[in-house]
C-alpha cells in the first residue's frame, strides 16, 4: 500500500518526509552543527589546548582541528579518554611505588625493633598479609578520566552561561 500527497499527487515513500516540498530524511538532510575547534600541538600530538570559543586565533605551536560530525566527535573523545587514562595510570604507579617503598622502610623498622613475643609475631606476619590484600585490591579498579565534549553530553539546561561582544553582553548558553 502506498501513501500519496493530497497536494501534488506525489507518491510518498518509507525515509521521505511527507509534507510538500518532498524530501528523503538522509543523514545528508540532517542537520548540521557548528564544528567544534580544539587546537593541537605540532611538536606533541598527544597535547591539545581548548579554545573558550570557535573563533579564536590559534596560539603559536598548535593547529587547528575541527570536528565536523559525531563520528569524528567519539572518535576523539575516545582519543582523549585513551591519553588521560595513561597519564592518570603513570601517575597511580608510580604513587603506588612511594607507598611501597614507604611501606618496606615502615616494615624493616618494625622487625628491626623485633618482638620475643611469638604470638604477637604471628599476628602482625596475618595483619600485613591481610593489608597487602586490601591494597592489591583497590589498585585493581580501572581508571575512567570520563573526558567528554560539553555541548554534546549535556543539554543547554546544564551548561553556564557566558556573556560576551559577540552575544551583546546578553547571557547565552552555548
Known sequence: MTTTCIDCGHEIEFGEYPFCPHGAIRESAAQRFAPIVVWQSNADSEKYSFPGQTNEPCPNGYHRVEIQN?????????????IERRKMEADREMRHALDDAGIKERRRDEDA????NARAE????????????VRLRKRGKAIDPHFHINVLSYDSGNRNSYSGPETGWREKKS
Open 70 to 82: 559525531l563520528r569524528e566527535a567519539d572518535r576523539f573523545v575516545s582519543r582523549m579518554n585513551d
Open 113 to 116: 625493633r623485633g618482638c620475643a
Open 122 to 133: 604471628a599476628l602482625r606476619r596475618r595483619v600485613r598479609e591481610w593489608t597487602d590484600q
